[in-house]
């Protein structure tokens, strides 16, 4: 059990494009969801949080109007890179909370979305 | 802001050695502390875990060990083998803001044969 997945697993756009990309919580549901951006041979950097039903709490430095964040559903979040530009080429992965009891909370990760911009 | 520091950023070890990869968090509010295993391309995979009420746990080859006074935590894995090779990351949550993981900048380590 515990299983997320995203879609799609790899994606290459124009510039000026925008990339919609899915993480689904496929045998639990999940009030919270987070995605992150990783670049090259780096860490896993926290984009937002998103909150089902309610608005995604960004990061500092991390634009909402570019990576829009829609968590419609417990199970389904999405986050579209709008106008999407080569810096945004990057592997972006989510995660969604399963939430095991009071104060036991577990986070379990999709496979990754990379991305190209050309 | 929270901050994890994470060291080293690379690790060669020989077959059969011992590794270890230490951080240490900002965030006197975090209380729980997992390791994550992460090979190219693909997403990371939580090997083991510590919560801030234990000191130390150990799985198999793998050991984690907590000090909350000082804010230092680390990863232990004895008789290492090639599968081992992967990057690591460190991590801290704390349940009291939502839940937000924040990693460590990650270990590149490498099991020479």
């Known amino acids: 059990g515990a299983v997320v997945s995203q879609h799609p697993s790899w994606v290459i756009c124009k510039s000026g494009t925008s990339v919609k990309i899915e993480c689904r919580s496929l045998d639990f549901q999940a009030t919270t969801m987070f995605w992150y951006r990783q670049f090259p041979k780096q860490s896993l950097m926290l984009m937002a949080t998103s909150n089902e039903g309610s608005k995604a709490t960004y990061e500092q430095g991390v634009e909402k109007d570019k990576f829009l964040i829609n968590h419609a559903s417990l199970t389904l979040s999405t986050l579209t890179v709008t106008s999407a530009h080569p810096e945004d080429s990057s592997f972006y992965i989510c995660?969604?909370?399963?939430?095991?009891?009071?104060?036991?909370?577990?986070?379990?990760f999709g496979p990754g979305t990379r991305l190209t911009v050309l | 802001g929270e901050n994890v520091e994470q060291h080293p950023s690379t690790l060669s070890v020989q077959e059969g050695d011992s590794a270890v990869i230490k951080c240490t968090y900002s965030?006197?509010?975090?209380?729980?502390f997992p390791w994550y295993k992460q090979e190219l391309g693909k997403r990371p995979q939580l090997i083991i875990d510590i919560r801030s009420n234990v000191g130390e746990k150990k799985d198999q080859r793998i050991a984690v060990t907590l000090n909350k006074t000082a804010k230092h935590f680390s990863l232990h894995i004895t008789e290492t083998q090639p599968e081992d090779s992967a990057v690591y990351f460190c991590?801290?949550?704390?349940?009291?803001?939502?839940?937000?993981?924040?990693f460590g900048s990650g270990t590149r380590l490498s099991i020479r044969p």
């Open positions: 991590a801290a949550i704390s349940y009291s803001s939502a839940s937000k993981i924040i």
């Open positions: 965030d006197s509010a975090s209380n729980y």
């Open positions: 995660s969604a909370n399963h939430e095991r009891g009071a104060s036991y909370n577990e986070q379990f």
